[in-house]
């Protein structure tokens, strides 16, 4: 049997290096942040520039002087609960987040989660 590869007109096949590849910007990273205060107010941020950007949002928008960060993600961040504290996670996914928040907790049941 034999093969015969027909490439479409005016279509150019590259056998060197990609080198334009090595010219693309690198992908930006983006940051997130979940913030808890004792009452439960929350605020959570996603696709900020900065780390301290999307801390200072999820304070911001958490509103009372308890909040604290709990979670600081580039992919993924989750919230676990247990009744009387909270602990965040992160992870490559959403699922991988909430595990990883809950083993950090050690119980309890997942109250936010964020992706970026």
Same mark, same amino acid.
């Given at each position: 049997?034999?093969?015969?590869? %027909?490439?479409?007109?005016?279509? #150019? %096949?590259?056998? =060197?290096?990609? @080198?334009?590849?090595?010219?693309?910007?690198?992908?930006?990273?983006?940051? *997130?942040? %979940?913030?808890? +205060? #004792?009452? *439960?107010?929350? *605020?959570?941020? &996603?696709? #900020?520039?900065?780390?301290?950007?999307?801390?200072?949002?999820?304070?911001?928008?958490? =509103?009372?002087? @308890?909040?604290?960060?709990?979670?600081?993600?580039?992919?993924? /961040?989750?919230?676990?609960?247990? *009744?009387?504290?909270?602990? /965040?996670?992160? +992870?490559?996914?959403?699922?991988?987040?909430?595990?990883?928040?809950?083993?950090?907790? /050690? =119980? /309890?049941? %997942?109250?936010? &989660?964020?992706?970026?």
């Amino acid at each position: 049997m034999t093969v015969t590869q %027909i490439h479409p007109a005016g279509a #150019h %096949i590259h056998r =060197g290096e990609m @080198t334009h590849v090595s010219n693309m910007p690198p992908f930006p990273v983006y940051y *997130g942040a %979940i913030a808890y +205060g #004792h009452d *439960g107010s929350n *605020g959570k941020a &996603w696709r #900020h520039l900065s780390k301290a950007q999307a801390k200072h949002r999820a304070l911001e928008l958490c =509103g009372i002087d @308890t909040c604290t960060v709990v979670s600081v993600f580039t992919r993924c /961040g989750a919230v676990a609960h247990d *009744g009387a504290k909270y602990h /965040g996670g992160y +992870g490559y996914n959403r699922s991988a987040a909430e595990a990883h928040a809950m083993a950090n907790l /050690g =119980g /309890g049941r %997942i109250v936010d &989660w964020a992706c970026n």
